[in-house]
């Protein structure tokens, strides 16, 4: 995700500066006009950053490791912005980060902004149209996703006729459906966001590699929510999908 919208950035005109918090740099060094790395835990440095190259408006993407920021040794603005999280919760600590930002005189765009066009539409996206059994574990998944979301847990569910097989939490979509593998093939997974969906950093979003995780553990089908998902690589993830033989399908 951060290197297509750097790319989109660029293309609309801006100057794009990266700070990168976790991870490894990929292709973003390419694709900004300035790349810095810096961890969450030192959030003093990300804002002097951002100001000495004359930032005035973030896009906040990807995920972060958050046991990884929770077990470190962070700042005074960092250990504010926990104190100022009224939970632990992806949505809770990025309100918190949010919060801050705004309060320092940065304005928070909307993660697709720069990318409608990666909005899952509506309809089915592959070759294969779900089957009624699973268009009907697609509808307990989405309802069950986004309670979970609600809860700050994660935004994917894996359903098979009408059982609840595998929630995701801090292990990410991709390693949730690996976890598939000990029930065996035919389960379908949705992925939905919180009811107050905040389009600044909440977003869910699929790729090649959700597909790939389910081919390898023989789930059928995938849901998300059309309009309030992301989907990468469009052409990729749905050739993926056609070939594995799994619908694909906004809701």
Do not use: N
């Not at 609309?12 to 790395?37: K, M, N, S, W, Y």
């Not at 250990?79 to 705004?102: C, H, N, S, Y």
């Not at 990410?172 to 065996?184: C, Y």
Request: charged content about 25%; aromatic content about 2%; some cysteine.
């Amino acid at each position: 995700m951060p290197p297509i919208v750097a790319r989109a950035i660029r293309g609309a005109g801006h100057r794009v500066v990266c700070v990168q918090l976790d991870g490894e740099p990929i292709d973003l060094e390419a694709v900004c006009d300035v790349h810095a790395v810096i961890p969450p835990t030192e959030a003093t440095r990300i804002l002097r950053t951002l100001r000495d190259h004359g930032v005035r408006r973030l896009v906040l993407l990807g995920r972060v490791r958050k046991l990884q920021v929770l077990g470190g040794r962070p700042d005074p603005v960092a250990q504010a912005i926990l104190q100022a999280a009224k939970d632990r919760t992806d949505g809770g600590l990025w309100r918190a980060v949010a919060g801050l930002l705004e309060a320092s005189g940065f304005e928070i765009l909307p993660q697709a902004h720069f990318t409608p066009d990666l909005l899952a539409p509506e309809g089915p996206l592959s070759r294969r149209i779900p089957e009624a059994h699973e268009t009907e574990d697609l509808a307990v998944g989405v309802r069950v996703a986004r309670a979970v979301a609600d809860l700050g847990i994660g935004q994917a569910v894996a359903v098979r006729e009408g059982v609840v097989l595998a929630v995701e939490a801090a292990e990410g979509t991709d390693e949730m459906i690996r976890r598939l593998a000990s029930f065996g093939p035919g389960a379908v997974v949705a992925k939905a966001g919180p009811t107050d969906l905040d389009v600044r950093f909440d977003l869910p979003a699929i790729g090649p590699d959700t597909i790939r995780a389910m081919q390898s553990v023989g789930a059928t089908a995938l849901g998300v929510e059309a309009g309030r998902a992301l989907l990468l690589e469009r052409d990729t993830t749905v050739a993926l999908a056609d070939r594995a033989g799994i619908a694909l399908v906004g809701l």
